[in-house]
């Protein structure tokens, strides 16, 4: 049975530009959440999507953006790169939205590289 | 505001030598404390979730424990298979969205 999958796994971009990762949650999962990691710190918390709605939103700018599919998959859109974006994306599901604590996996991460 | 405080911030362990890592949180009714393993360039993997004061878990060589203001995750003779970064993360049980919180983890090195 398949992980959390995300795409790509790597990635370089140039200051100002646009970038979207993808993320495919394990068969059955319908709570899809984003995280970025710095080099050296936690992953820090972006948003949260269930049955296509945001759930929750953490302290990042409006230049970070995210949908959920009807498959439950998502994207995270990030506008005007710059270079403190540079970090590892996370991508977590969950079965359902409020039982997070009965299993949250992630998947593998897209490393995004700005120059 | 949630708060999570890894220590120490890196160990070095001889292969055998059996020590143990400190989550201390403060949150606003906790929900759950997840500790996760992560190997270089790669995602969190789970070890465990605690619910509750006084709740005890445990995974071949590794017993994580809870109280009301810390977990310990104990490495009972660790092998350098072992070495990796243990992350804590706590769920608060207020409104809005259930994220996870996390610390900055413990870098564990277990040298042969």
């Known amino acids: 049975d398949a992980g959390v999958t995300q795409s790509p796994t790597h990635l370089i971009k140039t200051r100002g530009q646009h970038v979207t990762l993808r993320c495919s949650p394990i068969?059955?999962?319908?709570?899809v959440s984003w995280y970025q990691q710095v080099l050296g710190q936690g992953p820090q918390f972006i948003f949260q999507y269930y049955e296509k709605e945001e759930r929750g939103r953490g302290n990042f700018p409006d230049r970070f953006s995210a949908r959920q599919f009807p498959n439950y998959s998502s994207e995270l859109n990030v506008n005007a790169l710059l270079l403190g974006d540079s970090a590892l994306y996370l991508c977590?599901?969950?079965?359902?939205?409020?039982?997070?604590?009965?299993?949250?996996?992630f998947g593998s991460g897209t490393r995004l590289t700005v120059v | 505001e949630d708060q999570v405080t890894q220590s120490p911030e890196a160990l070095r362990l001889q292969e055998g030598e059996s020590s143990s890592l400190n989550c201390s949180y403060t949150v606003s009714g906790l929900r759950g404390l997840f500790w996760y393993r992560q190997d270089p360039g790669k995602g969190p993997e789970f070890l465990f979730t605690?619910?509750?004061a006084g709740e005890e878990k445990e995974k071949e060589r590794l017993k994580a424990t809870l109280t009301k203001k810390e977990s310990f995750l104990h490495i009972t003779a660790p092998k350098p298979e072992d070495s990796a970064t243990y992350l804590c993360a706590v769920q608060a049980g207020g409104t809005g969205a259930n994220n996870l919180f996390f610390g900055t983890g413990t870098r564990l090195t277990v040298i042969p």
């Open positions: 977590a599901s969950s079965l359902e939205f409020g039982r997070e604590i009965y299993g949250y996996t």
């Open positions: 068969s059955g999962h319908k709570s």
């Open positions: 605690l619910y509750s």
